[in-house]
């Protein structure tokens, strides 16, 4: 479609005058196709300024979904080959596991999400151009899959990319949030779908949710984004293709030992809540301990008040008031 190849060309030279000549001749088309195209951009809320005799300008701060811009910034072999980029959907978790035949490492990322779902059946605000909403189906390997690994996996990618594409130095709160000055800028929610027959893991869905944009209201007091961070618009196609490529060799290496022992140790590394107290839920009667670490499969280390250690692998944490990251 050529509002497509227009705006990811000047995707591709953001910020920068590319004249109308320009495009036309890469595109092939007459410049008052181009002409036409912009038009029906800028309609479409894309920030294309014209300057006149010059050509047009794609301000740096646009932040649309494009599926070639996403594609063109990626280094994956099979992690997000087969990609969707939908306007706004219920769920990417929902619409990718509903997705017949997809193949392993295939992406859905949409711009906007009406029915976000959170971790324990909670929802996940996601306004249209708000965030980064990434779904990703794994196929498990000859191993067992471990869907919690994968979301471990998935929170050291998205620490990565935070840190090299926005400058944000990103904590992690076991088990799946990733935390910045206290507040919570992302979550990811890792959904696993059994086989009728054999009873087995057949595939996992990771997904992925990064606030972008200022966070709605009520929500302010506990979550941050990327701009209330930094002040950046304008970057989820490269902030999506970057937790794609961190993404795929986390994840391929974690099939091995030694691989497993490398993304630990980041995590590790990125854990804030070392030392914090918390409120542990999921257990029977909720408790409160002390943070100690991470064990050798992912699972959260705690200190009860009565000094007996526990070894959480499922349930959830609640940090527990004036303490941050
Ligand atoms: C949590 O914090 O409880 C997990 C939030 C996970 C949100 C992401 S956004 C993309 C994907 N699609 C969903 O419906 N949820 C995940």
Known sequence: MLKTDVLHRLEAQKGQ????????????VSRTAVWKA????????????????SGYQLMETNDTLLLPAIRSGLTTSFVGRSLDVLQTVHSTNQYLKELPDAPNGHVVVADGQTAGRGRHGRSFLSQNRGGAYISILIRPGADPMDTRFLTICAAVAVAGALESVCGID???KWVNDIYCGGKKICGILTEAQMSAELQEIESAVVGIGINTECVPDEIQGIAT????????RGVRNRLIAEVLNRFEPICLNSAAEDGKRRILAE???????????????????PYIATVCGIDESGGL???????TSHHIISGEIELMKEQSA
């Open 170 to 172: 990103a904590g992690i």
């Open 267 to 285: 995590y590790r590394r990125r854990l804030f809540i070392v030392g914090q107290r918390v409120l542990v839920k999921g257990a029977r009667t």
């Open 17 to 28: 005058i590319v004249t109308g000549g320009q495009l036309a001749e890469a595109l092939g």
């Open 38 to 53: 912009i038009h029906a951009l800028q309609l479409e809320g894309n920030e294309i300024t014209s300057h006149r005799n």
């Open 301 to 307: 280390i705690v200190r009860d008040d009565g000094g």
């Open 225 to 232: 984004s990327v701009f209330e961070l930094t002040g950046q």
